[in-house]
């Protein structure tokens, strides 16, 4: 089962920032929160990741609450090549290996 | 970054014909690999999990007779569908991380089309 709630769909305007939220809040102390896009017909492309701190790096920026059950992407100045599905997923420990949970993402559209 | 090349693409047989799809990791070694598969609109669905020189771990539901996965080196891991039918056509994904690796890199996918 998916450990992340995110809304289905979400429109942005061209050079404007984009904020996607979700929603982990049966997360625990040591799992991270991970950001994945994925553009039709392509394999996932990581964009951020974060433990309790946050994160930014040239694609994006993660803000992640203090009691760690909710978090917020943002693309700061997003482009129509930012359309694509948005996955926000906890990595947990099963079975000795780190698994990505997949929920069923956000799906952004970036409108000119 | 570190890449992750899947081959091939796109790949179209006949019913009851066994596909090959193949992951390496171009610039790191790979202890772990992923293999998912991906209906249209749908969320990423993991099947197994693979361990470099072990056996792989399959999720509920999936046949491992059917879905063969192959890791035997630290860059390469194979899934092998088995007498494909119409039902089996997918997107499937590889994606691979290394010892200590906190980033997992996904494959380009394989759409498979079976006739």
């Known amino acids: 089962d998916a450990k992340t709630t995110q809304p289905p769909s979400m429109d942005c305007a061209e050079g404007r920032a984009a904020n996607l939220p979700c929603n982990h809040s049966t997360i625990s102390g040591n799992e991270y929160v991970y950001w994945y896009r994925q553009i039709h017909s392509q394999g996932p492309q990581y964009i951020i990741h974060?433990?309790?701190?946050?994160e930014t790096n040239e694609m994006a920026s993660l803000i992640i609450t203090e009691d760690r059950k909710s978090s917020t992407l943002i693309l700061p100045h997003a482009t129509l090549r930012d359309t694509a599905v948005y996955y926000c997923?906890?990595?947990?420990?099963?079975?000795?290996?780190?698994?990505?949970?997949w929920g069923a993402g956000t799906k952004l559209i970036i409108k000119p | 970054g570190a890449v992750v090349s899947q081959h091939p693409s796109w790949v179209i047989c006949k019913s009851g014909t066994s596909v090959k799809i193949e992951c390496r990791s171009l610039d790191f070694q790979a202890t772990t690999m992923f293999w998912y598969r991906q209906f249209p609109k749908q969320s990423l669905m993991l099947m197994a999990t693979?361990?470099?020189?072990?056996?792989?771990?399959?999720e509920q539901g999936v046949e491992k007779d059917k879905f063969l996965i192959n890791h035997a080196s630290l860059t390469l891991s194979t899934l092998t569908v088995t007498s494909a039918h119409p039902e089996d056509s997918s997107f499937y994904i590889c994606?691979?991380?290394?010892?200590?690796?906190?980033?997992?890199?996904f494959g380009s996918g394989t759409q498979l089309s079976v006739l």
């Open positions: 974060g433990l309790k701190n946050n």
């Open positions: 994606s691979a991380t290394g010892t200590g690796d906190e980033k997992l890199f």
């Open positions: 997923i906890v990595r947990v420990l099963l079975d000795s290996n780190y698994q990505l949970i």
């Open positions: 693979s361990n470099e020189g072990s056996k792989a771990t399959y």
